[in-house]
């Protein structure tokens, strides 16, 4: 997995290092580091919502305590394809717009319909752990 440098003006810092990740992007810099244990509980959240439900990018970041929703997003690109990442959406239902049909194909195959781009998160919301 390669990150790079951010859009914000910060230099270029390495793509791993041994004890966290740096994330680039115009909201998150050089300085934004995600340990390994923050990469493990947002990655366990996803892959302990079931097949046929659906989370928020938001409701992922308060299951693995984390404030930032846009956060779990940068995690799930650069380290979620090897989970579930299509049952995270945006919390209106919304898919990422450029893997729309991907998602909702994969989605679709679990029972999750949509309504045009949207889901409804009313019906599909997994309501966390027990």
Do not use: K
């Amino acid at each position: 997995m390669a990150f790079g440098a951010c859009n914000s003006g910060c230099s270029p810092a390495p793509a791993r290092r041994s004890d966290h990740l740096v994330l680039p992007g115009p909201l998150l810099c050089e300085t934004a580091r995600v340990d390994e244990e923050t990469l493990e509980r947002v990655r366990a959240v996803v892959v302990s919502i079931p097949a046929g439900s659906v989370l928020g990018y938001g409701d992922v970041a308060e299951l693995a305590g984390l404030r930032s929703a846009r956060l779990v997003g940068r995690i799930l690109a650069e380290d979620g394809a090897d989970i579930p990442w299509h049952r995270v959406l945006r919390s209106d239902g919304r898919t990422a717009e450029h893997l729309r049909r991907r998602q909702l194909e994969l989605l679709r195959a679990e029972g999750v319909l949509a309504d045009g781009p949207r889901v409804n998160m009313r019906r599909y919301r997994w309501s966390g752990p027990a």
